[in-house]
């Protein structure tokens, strides 16, 4: 019977679903990636990316094989290690490596890949690949003394990873358990101040005098007007204190001191110290006091220290003015070192700077696990679930009163925060809140959704033109569209609705370690999770932007990653297999394997079903389109009604393209010569003739490709079917009960 033939294409992503929708035609999909010409290709690999260096790589491989027939068919696996070296892992000796991060400056003209880790035992420290350095070799960060960092909290159950923002030439880092950091491409700091300084002190005045007009405390008189007992002499003053780090952050203001209380003095010096300096016979202003003020020094971090200082506070009766005016504190002078411990305080009160409200200082938080930038503020998330934002324009600043407080506890902790779309998105375990800049320019925060939240910090990325997809404990969600009075239509989808069985296999008890990475080059979004049961990330699920579905890569052991912001668009990831595939990796189509593993490209398709539980075909062959990358042949195995095993095909395809057109393959064509003739690339058309002779009555049939070497591309594929095949024999009473209806 002539065969009819069914054209499969164009091909797309995954659908797990029963009966998936006619428009999804794959079940799975393995390390292949989607092309701008519609088709699906070998996905790359990854490979160390540091020149020098030779780690050792354990490879273990197991084999199968299969003797007898039968009942008397039996089974053995052997299973054999072997080790080798490869040179390019300079990170071999540091571990598992714990974060990683880009940084740059000078518009890209620098460029920093910063990574945390273990470096021979030495314990949990930063290091820093300078791109622009020729010397092509990690650095350890050191502080501004040049002294190597001391080493970091280390967590070897998952956890939250160490989160960074880029602020201005500078890279701030936090992890909730070491004091916050910043680095400014050469030594590394402390990120604001843990508190305020001690207070200052100060006696009552000198006893010597000063006949500089101008200067001095205390009130503006004459002798005729002020008499040697006249409490209008008495003066008191109050000061506060604060430190000055080397960006000109700004620590707390100390507790002010107690009041300095002097008196001026009226009876113009000796007469040898009148004859002198020549007074103004009766100018008491020529005498007023000075007072000496002891300031407190502060720690390596900080340049100068900014002294502030009330007016007069004792009235015309000598006794404390208001608390009004004890209270208020005005600018007096910065010194520009971190090494005087005095000062000589004679400024009057009209020549002090302006007046500082102590709410506008605070510590940066020491409990900050999660950092980001938005409206030119710095915002952090502590473990009691409130976040923080410094003053406009001061990163290291947090004012005491700038605080957003989420009262649902059942929405459990702060998970992320993520900056997209004119708002913050602050994403709890269960609900999504947001801060937003209000009609008046201060900042409010609203509940968006309370369906779903965020458990994986770092699965969080923005899809340009898509919207923002994170894990959540019910599946891969993605946050589309912006906040109201846009004209954009927002919502929450599950994109992960198509991937059920994959989903299930994630480890949900480590996902808070999840990786989610944006990769512009072929426009998707990778998840790293762990699974089946594993605590560290060996999975990822590859979201296509360009046709909405998912695909899946195995044997990534991306414990972080980060793809950089410059022209290139690299894609590194660090290693948390420091056995097999240790150090930090760069993903790319040209490596040949995934470390220590082969690339094993696969489509599968779903269970095709042609119309119904009782219409069955006879299929007769597959005729796949494919693109011809050099001498290797496209495998093909089919599975006949969902049953558990595939049927195998033992004769290979053979290709049907015209012999008068065959093309030259790499190692047989001339290149070069004037002979030789340049092409494209053709599709060829690879037929299998398959059979279901030996198995029920056909009504569903998936199809698998894979490559027997690293190369595939395909655009889709045919089905020669007879329709009209016997059906099964069904059984008697089966028979009885249709004819009754």
């Known amino acids: 019977m002539k065969a009819k033939l069914f054209g499969i294409r164009p091909l797309r992503t995954m659908d797990q679903r029963w009966l998936p ?33 030779t780690v050792t790589i354990t490879t273990t491989t197991e084999t199968t094989e299969t003797t007898g027939s039968g009942d008397l068919e039996t089974t053995t696996t052997s299973t054999s290690t072997s080790t080798s070296t490869r040179t390019g892992a300079h990170f071999q000796d540091f571990g598992e490596i714990e974060s990683l991060h880009w940084f740059s400056q000078h518009g890209g003209a620098r460029q920093f890949l910063v990574f945390e880790g273990n470096h021979d035992g030495e314990g949990l420290k930063f290091h820093y690949f300078d791109g622009g350095d020729s010397g092509n070799k990690w650095t350890t960060f050191v502080n501004g003394k040049g002294d190597t960092m001391e080493s970091r909290v280390e967590v070897t159950t998952p956890h939250i990873r160490t989160q960074s923002v880029a602020w201005n030439g500078l890279m701030y880092l936090v992890n909730g358990r070491d004091p916050p950091m910043v680095f400014n491409g050469r030594y590394v700091e402390r990120a604001g101040f843990d508190g305020p300084p001690g207070s200052p002190s100060g006696n009552e005045t000198r006893e010597a005098c000063t006949i500089t007009r101008g200067l001095g405390l205390g009130r503006t008189g004459t002798d005729s007007e002020f008499e040697k007992d006249d ?113 000589v305080d ?35 998330a502590c473990s009691d679930g409130d976040v923080r934002y410094s003053a406009p324009l001061q990163p290291e600043v947090f004012p005491v009163d700038n605080v957003f407080t989420f009262g649902d506890d059942d929405g459990g902790s702060v998970m992320g925060l993520y900056p997209s779309r004119g708002a913050l998105w602050v994403l709890k375990r269960r609900g999504i809140h947001y801060i937003s800049k209000r009609a008046d320019g201060s900042l409010g925060s609203a509940v968006y959704t309370r369906d779903a939240g965020c458990c994986a910090p770092d699965s969080i990325v923005e899809i340009p033109n898509v919207g923002v997809i994170f894990l959540s404990d ?44 944006w990769y512009p080059e072929d426009s998707e979004y990778w998840l790293a999770v762990p699974i089946d049961g594993s605590e560290k990330n060996n999975h990822v699920f590859v979201f296509h932007r360009d046709v909405g579905g998912w695909s899946f890569r195995e044997n990534y052991p991306m414990s972080c990653s980060v793809v950089t912001s410059d022209h290139r668009k690299y894609l590194f990831f660090g290693s948390n297999d420091n056995t ?119 009504r569903e049939l998936r199809i698998t490709l894979q490559a027997a070497g690293r190369q595939i591309e395909v655009l889709g594929f045919d089905l020669g079917l007879s329709a009209g095949a016997m059906v099964e024999r069904l059984p008697i009473n089966e028979v009885l009960l249709q004819s009754r209806r």
């Not at 079940?27 to 990854?46: E, L, N, P, Q």
């Not at 008196?263 to 009148?274: C, E, F, I, P, Y």
Request: hydrophobic share 35%.
């Open 474 to 517: 019910g599946g891969i969600y993605l946050l589309k569209g912006a906040l109201s009075g846009s004209g954009e239509t927002s919502g929450l989808t599950r994109l992960s609705d198509a991937i059920p069985d994959e989903f299930k296999r994630i480890n949900m008890s480590a996902a808070i370690q999840a990786v989610g990475t």
């Open 231 to 343: 409490p209008r002499l008495l003066f008191g003053y109050r000061y506060r204190v604060s430190f000055v780090n080397e960006r000109g952050q700004e620590s707390p203001l100390s507790p002010a001191c107690s009041t300095i209380i002097g008196r001026q003095d009226n009876t113009q010096g000796s007469k040898a110290q009148v004859k002198a300096d020549k007074p103004t016979e009766g100018d008491h202003n020529t005498w007023r006091k000075f007072i000496n003020l002891a300031i407190p020094t502060g720690g390596d971090t900080v340049v100068a220290r900014r002294i502030y200082r009330t007016v007069n506070v004792l009235n015309t009766n000598g006794d404390p003015a208001s608390l009004a005016v004890s209270e208020r504190f005005y600018f007096l002078e910065e010194i520009q070192d971190n090494v005087s411990t005095t000062y």
């Open 580 to 698: 097999s595939n240790p150090g930090i990796h760069v993903y790319s189509h040209g490596w040949s394997t995934k470390g220590s593993h082969s690339i094993s490209p696969m489509w599968e398709s779903i269970d095709i079903n042609f119309g119904g539980v009782f219409n069955a075909v006879n299929p007769k062959y597959v005729l796949v389109h494919t693109i011809g990358y050099g001498d290797n042949d496209i495998e093909l195995k089919y599975r006949v009604n969902r049953h558990i095993e595939d049927v195998e095909v033992a004769a290979k395809g053979q290709d049907q393209q015209n012999v008068e057109h065959r093309l030259g393959v790499y190692g047989t064509q001339r290149w070069g010569e004037t002979s030789a003739i340049w092409n494209e690339y053709v599709p060829v058309p690879v037929r299998f003739d398959i059979s279901t002779s030996s198995q029920p009555a056909c």
């Open 21 to 53: 929708g006619s428009d999804v035609t794959a079940r799975r999909i393995s390390d292949m990636y989607y092309t701008v010409k519609d088709s699906w290709k070998a996905a790359g690999g990854f490979q160390p990316i540091v020149p020098d260096g």
């Open 346 to 380: 004679g400024i009057p009160d009209g020549l002090l700077g302006p007046e500082v409200d102590p709410l506008d200082f605070g510590e940066f938080p020491q409990g900050a696990h999660l950092i980001a930038s938005h409206e030119n503020r710095v915002f952090i």
